[in-house]
Structure formats: structure tokens, C-alpha cells
């Protein structure tokens, strides 16, 4: 996204992508209301919208044997009254699509980024791999977006600070009927907690559990969490045998931390590289989207002067801390005082009748819909473009 932005602003730039495709299970799929209205802004909404995907404009829980009404999105901000879910490739190749359009724009495939280039105390690029050899890509700003286990973070040794969280998931496949609901779920009960988000074809799961507790699962076997799973989301017990090993079972370890500074001279990073979040509310690409579309507001005109400045770097941090640092803690809340108290009971789960009442307003169940679809601060787009021309082929000399 922020090479497509800069690109269409008149930056050249160099996307080096380690894998031969995005054809990948990135599992959060969701395209929050804020991210469609920066494609509006683009342009590129209706083209994106044409993609086969899964509109979601309400949120509902099932808790204990009641179902809950949790976020309405029919008021958020912006010309899309919902959250679209997409598989992440097609978006990716969507983008690569759009980025192609511009001469700037270089992706580089099977380019794997190992190592920053410095010139004294300045970065001034990456040493890559590729199938024909190493690749040195010489920039005037470096911007690791390589995620949460970031390779060129560890590499500029950036203090992090780690917040820690009491959960792990686990993501499978079962698969979806005609008749079954037509919208995201979740399911919480003593000791277990399931959310199903619908692919059309079939339901990414993710199956919520004690950090460290995979283990310890595998060990009691694999019908012990078939009929766990059942317990937990009975509306899709008569699947569960779709789930023949471990090996349909992928373990994500949850984890939350963020940078404490994103940047030195000539590097910078954004997106899960800067800012680690929980799976809770599945806003991580969101707001990774809104990094994107922040650091491009700031750095495209000084980038096609050459003239980036840690106080720029230090402008992009600054715009973006406040969301991270709200929408973090508001994770670790919920994952102390509801997933981990859920996790920790086998006393049956009743709705208090306080939290049905409140969440029978339609003014409450607007505002985790404005939490999940905006967040704390939506970024707009301020960059120019600088015109669709032919795509070149050959990269000249780049400045990001």
C-alpha cells in the first residue's frame, strides 16, 4: 500500500516481496470501513469491490445460549457501511495491480531482505537474496514493513517493548453451508472461546486458548478437541470431522509490542514491524493500512526532493502512536478481563442482564463498530498523483 501510494505521488520505488506469490493463508481478512474509504479516496473502490468477498454490517456473539448483537456498522464515518471480508492475497494482488500502473512502481518477488546498508550513521538501503544472487537496492528511506517477526527491525536493533498477552489461537478450516448464518460469529463459553469468519466457501475458525496450552491439547488428542470445538460452537459440531490432523490446525502465538521508536536516520518501520497486535477485534491490517496511507502523506513530497529528515520519520511515529498505543491497551483489556477469565472458568456463562439491556441500544452498538471499523484515528489521503503512465520494466535508481 505505501509503495502503491508513493508511486502514484511520483516516488520511485523498489517492493521486495520474499515469496514467489501471495498466495498464502494470511488469516485476517478483513477490510475495515477506514481502509474502503481510502480506496474510495483513490478511486479504486468499486474495481476492489468486484473481487468475490463477504460483507459484514453487524457483529453478533454467542454467549453462554444467548446470541448478542455487539457492533452495528450501519453508522461508521465513510461510504461503506460494513467490513469486507477478502481473502489478503487478492487485495495484495489488487494493489500490485494498481501499483503497476506507475512507472515507480518495481516489485520485486522472491527478493527476501536480510540486511540495511548504511553510509556512517545513515541507512542508505537493503541487501536482499534472490533466485539470481544477492541484491543490493540502494534508497534514500528504507521502511520495513516485513512484519511482526521483522528481519530488518532486529537488524537496526530498535528497543521494543513487549506487553505480553495471556492467549493463543488456533486457526482451522470447517466448512460453511447454505443455510448457515451470513456473517461473522463468535461463540464464548466456560472455557472456551470460537470465532467463525466466513470465507463464502468455508470458515476461517480461530479457536482461542491459554498461552503455552497447544501442548497440552495435542497431548489429550485430537477427538478430545473435536468434541471441545463442538462444545464451544455447537452450530458447527456436524463438521468438526473435517478437521482429520493437527496438521489443519496452524498455531498463531499471540503476541503484543510496539517499537519504542520506529525510525532512525534513513529507515523507518510501520505495520506489525513497529506495532505487534492481538488477533482481538482483527484490526491489526487496519491499522497497518492507516500507517501506510500517514507515512505517505508526510514523506512523499520530501521524498522526490530528497530531503527526508528523522524529524519527518519522527512526524510519522507521532501521528500513529496514539491509535496504536489505544488500540493496544483496549486488547490487553479484553484479554484479561473477558478471554482470560472465559479460558480460566467452568462455571456455566450467563449474559448479566445489565450488558443485554445495554447492548439492546442501538447507540452502544455503535461504538464498538466505530472501534473495529475506524479505530481511534483514520487516516485520509493528502498525497498527489502524479498520473497513471506505462509500467517500466527496468528499475532506475530509487529513492525508497
Same mark, same amino acid.
Given at each position: 500500500?505505501?509503495?502503491?501510494?508513493?508511486?502514484r505521488a511520483?516516488?520511485?520505488v523498489?517492493?521486495?516481496?520474499?515469496?514467489?506469490?501471495?498466495?498464502?493463508?494470511?488469516?485476517?481478512?478483513?477490510?475495515?470501513?477506514?481502509? #474502503?474509504? *481510502?480506496m474510495? /479516496? +483513490?478511486?479504486?473502490?468499486? %474495481?476492489?469491490?468486484r473481487?468475490?468477498?463477504? @460483507? &459484514? !454490517?453487524? $457483529?453478533s456473539?454467542r454467549?453462554?445460549?444467548?446470541?448478542?448483537?455487539i457492533?452495528?456498522?450501519?453508522?461508521?464515518?465513510?461510504?461503506?457501511?460494513?467490513?469486507?471480508?477478502?481473502p489478503q492475497?487478492?487485495?495484495?494482488?489488487?494493489?500490485?495491480?494498481?501499483?503497476?500502473?506507475?512507472?515507480?512502481?518495481?516489485?520485486?518477488?522472491q527478493?527476501?531482505?536480510?540486511?540495511?546498508?548504511?553510509?556512517?550513521?545513515?541507512v542508505?538501503?537493503?541487501?536482499?537474496?534472490?533466485?539470481s544472487?544477492? #541484491?543490493? *537496492?540502494?534508497? /534514500? +528511506?528504507?521502511?520495513a514493513? %516485513?512484519?511482526?517477526?521483522?528481519?530488518?527491525? @532486529? &537488524? !537496526?536493533? $530498535?528497543?521494543?517493548?513487549?506487553?505480553g498477552?495471556p492467549?493463543?489461537?488456533?486457526?482451522?478450516?470447517?466448512?460453511?453451508?447454505?443455510?448457515?448464518?451470513?456473517?461473522?460469529?463468535?461463540?464464548?463459553?466456560?472455557?472456551?472461546i470460537?470465532?467463525?469468519?466466513?470465507?463464502?466457501?468455508?470458515?476461517?475458525?480461530?479457536?482461542?486458548?491459554?498461552?503455552?496450552?497447544?501442548?497440552?491439547?495435542?497431548?489429550?488428542?485430537?477427538e478430545?478437541?473435536?468434541?471441545?470445538?463442538?462444545?464451544?460452537?455447537?452450530?458447527?459440531?456436524d463438521?468438526v470431522?473435517e478437521?482429520?490432523?493437527?496438521?489443519?490446525?496452524?498455531l498463531?502465538t &499471540?503476541m503484543?509490542d510496539r517499537?519504542?521508536?520506529?525510525?532512525?536516520?534513513?529507515?523507518?518501520?510501520?505495520?506489525d514491524?513497529?506495532?505487534?497486535?492481538?488477533?482481538?477485534?482483527?484490526v491489526?491490517?487496519?491499522?497497518?493500512i492507516q500507517?501506510?496511507?500517514?507515512?505517505?502523506?508526510?514523506?512523499?513530497?520530501?521524498?522526490?526532493?530528497?530531503?527526508?529528515?528523522?524529524?519527518?520519520?519522527?512526524?510519522?511515529?507521532?501521528?500513529?502512536?496514539?491509535?496504536?498505543?489505544?488500540?493496544?491497551?483496549?486488547?490487553?483489556?479484553?484479554?484479561?478481563?473477558?478471554?482470560?477469565?472465559v479460558?480460566?472458568?467452568?462455571?456455566?456463562?450467563?449474559?448479566?442482564?445489565w450488558?443485554?439491556?445495554?447492548?439492546?441500544?442501538p447507540?452502544?452498538?455503535?461504538?464498538?463498530a466505530r472501534i473495529?471499523?475506524?479505530?481511534?484515528?483514520?487516516?485520509?489521503?493528502?498525497?498527489?498523483?502524479a498520473?497513471?503512465?506505462?509500467?517500466?520494466?527496468?528499475?532506475s535508481?530509487?529513492?525508497?
Amino acid at each position: 500500500m505505501l509503495g502503491y501510494l508513493l508511486a502514484r505521488a511520483g516516488v520511485d520505488v523498489v517492493v521486495l516481496e520474499k515469496h514467489a506469490d501471495f498466495f498464502r493463508d494470511f488469516r485476517g481478512d478483513t477490510i475495515h470501513s477506514s481502509t #474502503l474509504e *481510502v480506496m474510495d /479516496e +483513490l478511486g479504486l473502490l468499486e %474495481d476492489l469491490l468486484r473481487i468475490p468477498h463477504s @460483507e &459484514v !454490517a453487524q $457483529l453478533s456473539g454467542r454467549i453462554g445460549n444467548e446470541t448478542l448483537q455487539i457492533a452495528d456498522f450501519s453508522h461508521v464515518p465513510g461510504r461503506c457501511k460494513f467490513i469486507a471480508l477478502m481473502p489478503q492475497w487478492d487485495l495484495l494482488n489488487f494493489l500490485a495491480e494498481q501499483g503497476r500502473r506507475y512507472a515507480g512502481f518495481h516489485l520485486e518477488m522472491q527478493a527476501q531482505a536480510l540486511d540495511l546498508v548504511h553510509a556512517g550513521d545513515r541507512v542508505c538501503g537493503v541487501q536482499a537474496q534472490t533466485p539470481s544472487g544477492p #541484491l543490493t *537496492v540502494n534508497a /534514500e +528511506l528504507v521502511v520495513a514493513a %516485513d512484519g511482526r517477526h521483522s528481519t530488518l527491525r @532486529e &537488524v !537496526a536493533k $530498535l528497543p521494543i517493548r513487549d506487553i505480553g498477552a495471556p492467549i493463543d489461537v488456533l486457526w482451522m478450516r470447517l466448512s460453511r453451508h447454505p443455510d448457515d448464518p451470513g456473517q461473522t460469529f463468535g461463540n464464548i463459553t466456560s472455557g472456551g472461546i470460537l470465532v467463525a469468519i466466513d470465507r463464502r466457501e468455508y470458515y476461517q475458525c480461530a479457536f482461542v486458548i491459554r498461552k503455552g496450552e497447544f501442548a497440552d491439547i495435542q497431548a489429550g488428542g485430537l477427538e478430545n478437541f473435536r468434541t471441545t470445538v463442538a462444545r464451544v460452537a455447537p452450530s458447527l459440531a456436524d463438521r468438526v470431522q473435517e478437521i482429520r490432523s493437527w496438521d489443519d490446525i496452524k498455531l498463531l502465538t &499471540v503476541m503484543i509490542d510496539r517499537l519504542q521508536t520506529w525510525y532512525l536516520p534513513g529507515f523507518l518501520c510501520i505495520g506489525d514491524a513497529a506495532h505487534a497486535m492481538s488477533p482481538v477485534g482483527g484490526v491489526g491490517i487496519n491499522l497497518a493500512i492507516q500507517d501506510a496511507v500517514a507515512a505517505a502523506n508526510v514523506l512523499a513530497i520530501p521524498l522526490r526532493r530528497g530531503a527526508i529528515t528523522t524529524r519527518l520519520l519522527w512526524a510519522v511515529q507521532h501521528r500513529r502512536e496514539f491509535a496504536t498505543r489505544m488500540t493496544q491497551w483496549l486488547q490487553v483489556q479484553v484479554q484479561k478481563r473477558i478471554l482470560g477469565r472465559v479460558l480460566s472458568t467452568s462455571t456455566p456463562i450467563r449474559v448479566p442482564a445489565w450488558l443485554r439491556f445495554l447492548f439492546s441500544l442501538p447507540m452502544v452498538r455503535r461504538i464498538p463498530a466505530r472501534i473495529v471499523g475506524v479505530g481511534f484515528r483514520a487516516e485520509h489521503v493528502r498525497t498527489p498523483d502524479a498520473g497513471a503512465i506505462a509500467y517500466q520494466s527496468a528499475p532506475s535508481p530509487t529513492s525508497i
